[in-house]
T-cell receptor, first 111, second 116 residues
Framework: TQLLEQSPQFLSIQEGENLTVYCNSS?????LQWYRQEPGEGPVLLVT?????EVKKLKRLTFQFGDARKDSSLHITAAQPGDTGLYLC???????????FGAGTRLAVHP | DAGVIQSPRHEVTEMGQEVTLRCKPI?????LFWYRQTMMRGLELLIY????????DSGMPEDRFSAKMPNASFSTLKIQPSEPRDSAVYFC??????????????FGSGTQLSVL
């Protein structure tokens, strides 16, 4: 069974700090996706990483896919209160027909 | 496009009652997914459909849960009878194709279900 483990579970920081959250698995994934979920809403896709070692940037967010395609990280530079939310990683499973999700990292950025 | 539309947004019911959650996927999307989210278990896939046909219902907790997709624009998730442990946020999501081609999921805003 493919599992995605995310760490840390919770992160509470001050505005302007940097942070990194992790998504790890013992299985190889063809790709991994990162979603952000705000209170009262469904998750929204931020990025898909496909190639081992790939780095993608989305403004202050940097996503990296591990060389072995078993892990990924999300780094946020100079966090803002608007970055507050639940960050979920997800990977294809079941013959690429479905997505499984990690438990998420709940981030709170305080002004 | 209006996105994935779920109703109701909130549902409060008493144990033993039947609950029906509704979903309208994005037009043209071939796959529809029902997820349940709780603090303890995170986001769990309950069932998914491809071209209106149920493909994998291995995540459905028990026989009290059933899902249908009578046409490409409508799906329901029914719980009968409901129990307090069913309290959760239920999300419907749709996608254009399989995740082999890195398709993404579009989620609705969810139904917050409370069973008293």
């Amino acid at each position: 069974t493919q599992l995605l483990e995310q760490s840390p579970q919770f992160l509470s920081i001050q505005e302007g700090e940097n942070l990194t959250v992790y998504c790890n698995s013992s299985s190889v994934f063809s790709s991994l996706q990162w979603y952000r979920q705000e209170p009262g809403e469904g998750p929204v896709l931020l990025v898909t990483v496909v190639t081992g070692g790939e780095v993608k940037k989305l403004k202050r967010l940097t996503f990296q896919f591990g060389d072995a395609r078993k892990d990924s990280s999300l780094h946020i530079t100079a966090a803002q209160p608007g970055d507050t939310g639940l960050y979920l990683c997800a990977g294809p499973s079941g013959g690429y027909n479905k997505l499984i999700f990690g438990a998420g990292t709940r981030l709170a950025v305080h002004p | 496009d209006a996105g994935v539309i779920q109703s109701p947004r909130h549902e409060v019911t008493e144990m033993g009652q039947e609950v029906t959650l509704r979903c309208k996927p994005i037009s043209g999307h071939n796959s529809l997914f029902w997820y349940r989210q709780t603090m303890m278990r995170g986001l769990e896939l309950l069932i998914y459909f491809n071209n209106n046909v149920p493909i994998d219902d291995s995540g459905m907790p028990e026989d009290r849960f059933s899902a249908k997709m009578p046409n490409a624009s409508f799906s329901t998730l029914k719980i009968q009878p409901s129990e307090p442990r069913d309290s959760a946020v239920y999300f419907c999501a749709s996608s254009l194709g399989t995740f082999r081609t890195n398709e993404k999921l579009f989620f609705g805003s969810g139904t917050q279900l409370s069973v008293l």
